[in-house]
């Protein structure tokens, strides 16, 4: 929701996304959705549940279940609070300003449709990974480990999280890792959040395309 | 309707010029002091409690200034020429709904900032307005376990050290207890707990809390106006709550109201730490508080502009009746960068445990916790 300069006038929801993303500045949200969409619960209390399609792509639609304030003394300025929040935590996670479309709704919940602002239709944007360069994977006798030359530290690791890190040389979407080496994506997601959490992926978002972020990048029509 | 400032004006924009403006209603505004973004900004209310968004300063300028006078008067500040900063915002806030033509009296705009006279103590309508309308919309959006609403750490451990004895249930008071934790924390020692919030959704919550053996009363009322008679408590705490309200000051002489002689007071807020007001003196680097706070508490006047002195807050318990027993600071040191780290590091472990309730360092803790008790 940020646009560079400040307006005079900022209404509540762009408040809101402003003062969350500069709180989840410095503790980035995981990428994972279930995990995600915890963070969302608590950082509410019981509110409401959230449930997050995808956040590795946009758009990306939360829906709301059981929230206290959808009933019949529904307080709009409640909702602009929480849309904005959720604005506020993704743009930490992606890096970009977003905007909402917000859908109140009955027995199904409510739903909040986010996009990448200023973009026709929802850019896509998906996480790519690359590894640390203090971080080594080896293969030892005692197993797979992830030697961290920043802490001093070496760590016993799945197979599946040191075959990532074997791959991620260059930046890769979750989807290629699941692709290449045979995973489920969301398995993939879960194991870059925790790389992302011990600090060693450094994960970026862009368009998908053939180019990694930081290149000129040619949007395909990857899901 | 856009208010035009040109350097030929046409028909059209002196006529705009002329026009009469004033506020759509009343408002009540919080100064906020959120770095980057949000530094004196304004989060501003409407007549119904609504939040409706935040001004800028120059906004706010020309909201207070939106008295049914001439738009002309509104862009000049006083001077002749119109002021292009002041345009846009008066453009942004007629755009918004917030001010609109008017003849005759606009209604009242109520400001909720630092003042050279009262320091961060607030008092009258523009106050009662603000804490009732914050809480209302605050307890609507966020729930117990929020950590926006509900970030206790590890204080209970530390708070509990100062609570009344299992072995003598006693009737206590958390003031402004949001979800009941330290409440609960009471009762489930033996005592009755009058549990007293402005806010009926979090008053909710703490009537939900298990509270056996002991027992919780939930009380929905203003602090600074607790129904329940002189001298009938023995413990009353008020824990990370006088950051919040508009005047704490009104709040302390009412817990002290509520008292009984020799009944102890604990209160609990949050401070500039060594790191923050050493930042604040070499670097001119002002501390962040959340944006819900009125004030912090510190040793040195002038740490932030929400900065409320710690002495002051013991000199206003003394000359109201109660003695202070202690002044515990924690986290004093906290971020603290070198060599300093290891200067006041040096001192703090010549005093021992006695450090973090020595002066001047139980006034510098990232939180300070008062243990005062009534006199007879």
Known sequence: MNAGQRRDFEPIDVFWADYVRTLRQAAPPPAEPRALAA?????????????????????????????????????????????????????ALLGVPVEASHEP??????????????????????????????????????????????????????????????????????????????????AVARILDECHRLGWVHTSFAPLSDTPPGQPARASGEG | MTVQAQVAPSDEAV????????????????????????????????????????????????????EGRPARELLSDGGQDVDP?????????????????????????HFIEPDQASGTRHTGRGAELFIRYFYDYFGHAFYEGSPLIDSHGDFLSILSSYFPSRETPAVCLDAGTGSGYYATALAQRGHHVYACDISRTRLQAAAAQPSA??????????????????????????????????????????????????????????????????????????????????????????????????????????????????VQGVNILNNLWEPWASAFGSIAAQLGPAFSVTWPWSCLGQQTIIHGRKRA
């Open chain 2, 85 to 109: 900063r002041r345009l846009d915002a008066l453009n942004q806030l007629v755009d918004a709904g917030l001010i609109r033509p008017m003849e005759g009296r606009a209604p009242a705009a």
């Open chain 2, 213 to 326: 053996p002991g027992t919780i009363q939930p009380v929905e009322c203003s602090l600074d106006d607790i129904p329940l008679p002189d001298g009938c408590l023995d413990f009353a705490m008020c824990n990370f709550v006088l950051e919040h309200v508009a005047d704490p000051y009104a709040v302390t002489e009412e817990l002290l109201r509520l008292l009984r002689p020799g009944g102890t007071l604990l209160l609990a807020v949050p401070s500039f730490n060594v790191r923050d007001t050493l930042a604040s003196w070499l670097h001119q680097e002002l501390p962040t508080l959340n944006f819900e706070h009125l004030r912090s508490y510190g040793l040195i006047p002038r740490t932030h502009p929400w900065c409320e002195p710690t002495l002051d807050a013991l000199q206003h318990l003394r000359e109201h009746g109660a003695d202070v027993v202690t």
């Open chain 1, 105 to 186: 709704g009955a027995a199904d919940g409510c739903r909040i449709q986010v996009a990448v602002r200023g973009t026709a239709a929802g850019w896509p944007m998906v996480a790519w990974a690359r590894r640390a360069p203090h971080v080594t994977p080896q293969a030892t006798l005692q197993g797979f480990v992830v030697v961290d030359h920043a802490r001093g530290s070496q760590t016993l690791v799945n197979e599946a999280t040191w075959r990532i890190l074997q791959e991620a040389t260059e930046p890769h979407p979750a989807a290629h890792y699941a692709r290449i080496l045979g995973l489920a994506r969301e």
């Open chain 2, 15 to 66: 006529s705009a010029l002329d026009t009469r403006l004033g506020r759509r209603g009343e408002f009540v505004l919080l100064k906020v002091f959120v770095p980057p973004f949000y530094y004196g900004s304004y989060l501003t209310f409407d007549e119904t409690g609504e939040p409706v968004g935040v001004l800028s300063t120059a906004a706010a300028s020309v909201l207070r200034a939106a």
């Open chain 1, 39 to 91: 963070e969302l619960d608590t950082l509410f209390g019981g509110l409401t549940t959230h449930e997050l399609s995808r956040v590795d792509g946009l758009p990306i639609t939360a829906t709301c279940r059981g929230c206290r304030n959808n009933g019949p003394n529904r307080r709009e300025s409640v909702c602009r609070t929480h849309v904005g929040s959720v604005c506020g935590t993704l743009e």
